[in-house]
């Protein structure tokens, strides 16, 4: 395509001493440039929905998809800046009350003490952020969000499969995270419908989460401090009513029963962990690709890691609660129920306040699920591409909404069920992409690392994805005989407690990273030899 020639008047440029140039340099390097990406679908095209694009991003929306950030439009910060910005984010997402129920289930499901789900919950969620602050890795690296970078590994057909994946995961999250939220506000109000406090949680976050990158970034800054400093509270109002952590000893099981309790439960702490292992890149690959890799890993580590594990400690304190009111409550109303009981008994009205804080909370974790749910649907296909975010945010949060409406008095199961299940996609997808990214096209691997991430967008340089799904395909067989739910138990869950409990032990996420791994080096292989991409 020819260049177009314009002719443009030049304007004298005003002659300005060394001094003045010297001070705009330090003005540029110590000013804070917006966190914002810059939007580049906004001056493409002049269609109807190039303009709807070009009016939204006028207003402040985000409209950039999938599209790479170039290394101009990156963040300039100063490296504790942008690292302190990390830690928070992850936080406040993780610090939301949200994260309080899935630390109970040890107690709640598996017979274990407080000694041993302690244990589990501080070993389990470190395996998991380590395979989530690795993925953040890629951000940076690429310039790409997590679903556009698994087009290197997975070509169409693979990353179609992981979009879906992804935004069932995304939306189990989401339906569990309002139904958190909704419990604390019905524990201040027994009158409210848990239906009313689904659809006002919903609401703001669809409202917020249109707003896109940089709100995301803003919001979650800060609001991880409130959050902390309840869990504190409730911790020490509980302790007037009495912990006793030796409650459940007697009541473990034992032998090879207890085995299989530990992996279970392991299996769903690893999943809490792992769980933003599908997203991490879409936060942070706007950071230069210059950012130390220790940088991006130790802040996303320790930003989910300690938050995860302390707030998954302080739901697993309710199951040693010996007040009689306080253990009804979580009988009858679960995590809302007995949260709403300790603050109200223990600090009235000023308990109140602090449980709507709590509620509230939760749009910090949703916000996240809604952005990326999104990105999810946009990734299936390159048309989706053309339409703006914005419509893709508000059918995902009305989405889960009614999923979440549809199940609200059901929320330890959902929690339990899906949470372990989501563990054995997000184990093969980490390895896919692990492998993809840091052997395949590194230095010494097969591909070399000369790879343009700007390839993204063009099928032809993207390889056919046939040993990814391959790799997928192979996998789910062991997988599933490996399960061990409350509604199926495969053959090989089962060996690991026979005959002392028919209930099996969880070994899916470990068999979905072993079986992906080795799978996909061998077709990864042969794919490259015949097609050379």
Not at 188 to 197: E, M, P, Q, R, T
Not at 234 to 243: D, K, N, P, S, T
Not at 372 to 384: M, R, W
Not at 500 to 529: H, N, Q
């Amino acid at each position: 395509m020819a260049a177009t020639q314009l002719s443009i008047e030049p304007k004298p440029v005003p002659t300005r001493s060394p001094s003045e140039l010297s001070s705009d340099d330090d003005k540029l390097s110590t000013s804070t440039p917006p966190s914002a990406v810059p939007d580049v679908e906004a001056a493409r095209g002049d269609g109807k929905m190039a303009r709807l694009t070009a009016y939204l991003a006028g207003i402040g929306i985000e409209t950039r998809s999938l599209e790479r950030v170039q290394e101009d439009q990156r963040e300039q910060l100063p490296l504790w800046r942008l690292t302190m910005r990390q830690i928070f984010f992850w936080a406040s997402v993780n610090l939301s009350f949200s994260s309080l129920g899935t630390g109970m289930l040890g107690g709640l499901y598996f017979t274990l003490d407080f000694r041993t789900s302690m244990v589990i919950i501080w070993l389990g969620t470190a395996l998991g952020v380590s395979v989530s602050a690795t993925m953040a890795l890629v951000g940076p690296k690429t310039g790409l969000r997590t679903m556009a970078a698994s087009r290197f590994a997975g070509g169409w057909p693979g990353t179609a499969i992981f979009s879906i994946l992804n935004a069932l995961t995304q939306l189990c999250y989401a339906v569990t995270t309002a139904l958190s939220g909704a419990q604390a506000l019905r524990a201040i109000n027994h009158s409210l419908s848990l239906i009313v406090g689904i659809v006002v949680l919903t609401v703001i976050v669809m409202v917020l989460a249109v707003w896109g990158y940089q709100f995301l970034h803003m919001w979650e800054r800060w609001a991880w401090i409130a959050c902390f400093i309840i869990y504190c509270i409730v911790l020490g109002l509980g302790a007037r009513g009495g912990y006793d952590i030796s409650s459940r000893t007697a009541d473990m099981d034992t032998g090879r029963a207890l085995i299989g309790d530990v992996l279970s439960f392991l299996g769903i702490m690893f999943s809490v962990g792992a769980s933003w292992c599908s997203i991490a890149a879409d936060y942070n690959m706007a950071l230069p690709a210059t950012t130390p890799g220790w940088v991006v890993w130790g802040s996303a580590f320790i930003g989910m890691w300690l938050p995860t594990a302390f707030a998954c400690s302080v739901s697993a304190t309710f199951m040693t609660l010996t007040k009689e009111s306080y253990v009804n409550a979580l009988e009858t109303e679960s995590l809302g129920g007995v949260v709403g009981e300790i603050l109200i008994q223990g600090a009235g009205g000023f308990g109140k306040f602090l449980l709507v804080l709590l509620a509230f909370s939760t749009i910090s974790a949703n916000i996240p699920n809604s952005y990326s749910g999104a990105l999810c649907i946009q990734s299936l296909h390159p048309v989706l591409m053309k339409i703006p975010r914005v419509f893709f945010v508000v059918a995902f949060t009305l989405v889960y909404m009614v999923v979440a409406i549809v199940g609200r008095e059901h929320f330890s199961e959902i929690l339990s069920n899906f949470s372990s299940i989501l563990a054995y996609y997000t184990a093969f997808l980490a390895a896919i992409m692990f492998l993809e990214i840091f052997y395949f096209r590194s230095r010494r691997g097969p591909l070399g690392s000369s790879t343009n991430w700007d390839d993204v967008t063009d099928y032809s340089k993207l390889p056919p994805g046939y040993a990814c799904v391959a790799s997928i395909c192979v996998t789910i067989p062991p997988v599933v005989m490996s399960m061990a739910e409350t509604w199926y138990t495969g053959p090989i869950a089962k060996a690991v407690t026979l005959p002392a409990s028919p209930y099996g032990g969880d070994l899916g996420f470990e068999m979905s990273a072993v079986v992906a791994t080795v799978s996909y080096v061998v077709f990864r292989s042969i794919e490259i030899k015949v097609f050379k991409r």
